[in-house]
């Protein structure tokens, strides 16, 4: 089963860190990616850019509007994503403790649906 890890921080979270501490904190991410590549467990690993460059558009009545950033004002931003694969909720927890951006902040897994193409 498909599972994503949505990897939230607070805002600013990573300016805390110096440079080596940041480079370190990016080379774990992307060993534990290989490691779970190296399982068959990752499917997609990826970091977005920052919230300001989002754009959220909306389709109602037909008619598109769009506002430059994220739709919501929260503490927390989306900073990236793991897409895994496991055999339940349980490997997929045990999978998403490990990812290294967990330590900084939070992780929200949530199953894939799975959409069948209408016959």
């Avoid at 920052?50 to 037909?62: D, E, F, K, S, Y």
């Avoid at 951006?101 to 209408?118: D, F, K, N, Q, Y």
Wanted: charged share 25%.
């Amino acid at each position: 089963m498909k599972y994503a890890c949505w990897v939230y921080l607070e805002r600013g979270a990573l300016d805390r860190f110096n440079v080596e501490e940041g480079a370190k904190l990016t080379e774990d991410s992307m060993a534990y990616d290989r490691l779970l590549a190296s399982r068959g467990n990752l499917i997609m690993a990826q970091a977005l850019e920052a919230p300001q460059t989002a754009v959220t558009i909306r389709v109602q009545n037909g008619k598109l509007s769009s506002t430059d950033g994220p739709f919501a004002e929260t503490r927390e931003i989306l900073a990236g994503f793991v897409l895994i694969e496991a055999r339940d909720l349980s490997e997929a927890i045990g999978l998403a403790e490990k990812i290294p951006l967990s330590a900084v902040g939070s992780i929200e897994i949530r199953p894939v649906m799975h959409m069948r193409a209408a016959d």
